[in-house]
DNA sequence: TATTGTTATACTCTATAACTATA
DNA sequence: TATAGTTATAGAGTATAACAATA
């Protein structure tokens, strides 16, 4: 235990270390305000994309459309997206964010870009953007690996 | 949609896709060894502290006791651990890892020096300490935040 | 009385398979 | 025949509360 590690499996653990604390950040932001991850990540792709169907939201998060079920039927419940009739396939359904989903995402835009600011606004250009690249260059290397 | 960001929430949505990826390459390294985080967690607390009390385990993990008792369960059944009475206290169980369990644990702490590698490897001694340092800053203005 | 781990119950996220209504 | 979304069923992770055995 605490066995000595070379270089680059500490870099990893420190990144892994930011990952682990970065997502608590975050879901703990989200349950103040009674959401959970998965129906956030679904509130974000209809704010961005507009009024989706199911299937296109299954795809989209890459789940099944029985899971997407579940989370618009939680999301109605809660009062931030409603079902809308398909204006042309009587089978689909729209899924449409209310005028308080609307506002929730609106305020999360600016939550996140607030975040941003906390998190990198004092670092230098040049340190930001040494920073950006590492992040670039090791998610390119997660993407050969699984390519 | 695709509205136009400053850099800083740029930088922020590139870490989170890092987060992303590197999230879905480890669950896929564990899932293919029919193993979930949860799980491996509670694996990874175990090899590197030796036998604990389910009591300790739930603290080490952040978890109810009753999580703990699940997580046993399914290790058990999948030959990973196994409950020992405690030396001294007949209402305590110890964990243990199995041979299979150890043995796993160990080509687990392997592969991810190899991930390590990969994904950093390449870079420059300058470049890692860049990275590590971003790493090191955003970190701490997280705890900031939360402390 | 306090602690360890369990049973009981419940919620969320996830999956597959079968089914209904529509295309 | 194919597609959209549902019901049915199941498993994993998580929680609280009540309870048994032990300290």
Redesign the interface.
């Known amino acids: ?2 066995v000595p ?5 500490d ?2 653990d ?6 682990v ?5 975050m879901s703990g932001a989200l349950e103040a305000q009674g959401l959970t991850t998965a129906r956030t990540h679904l509130l974000w792709v209809v704010h ?3 009024p989706s169907t199911q299937r296109a939201l299954a795809d989209a998060l890459a789940v099944s459309p029985r899971n997407i079920t579940g989370l618009v039927d939680g999301l109605v419940a809660s009062g931030h997206v409603s079902r809308e009739p398909h204006p042309v396939d009587r089978r689909a359904t729209l899924v449409t964010l209310t005028d308080d989903g609307r506002r929730l995402m609106t305020s999360m835009v600016e939550e ?2 607030q ?9 230098t250009p040049r ?2 953007e ?10 390119a ?3 050969e ?2 390519a």
Do not use: P, S
């Not at 590690?5 to 499996?9: A, S, V």
């Not at 420190?14 to 990952?19: K, N, T």
């Open positions: 235990m605490n590690q070379d270089h680059l499996t870099a990893l420190r990144l892994l270390a930011l990952v604390i970065l997502g608590e950040d961005h994309g507009g996140h870009r975040l941003a600011h906390r998190l990198f606004g004092e670092l340190r930001l040494a920073f950006v690249a590492g992040v670039e260059h090791v998610t290397r997660l993407q690996g699984i």
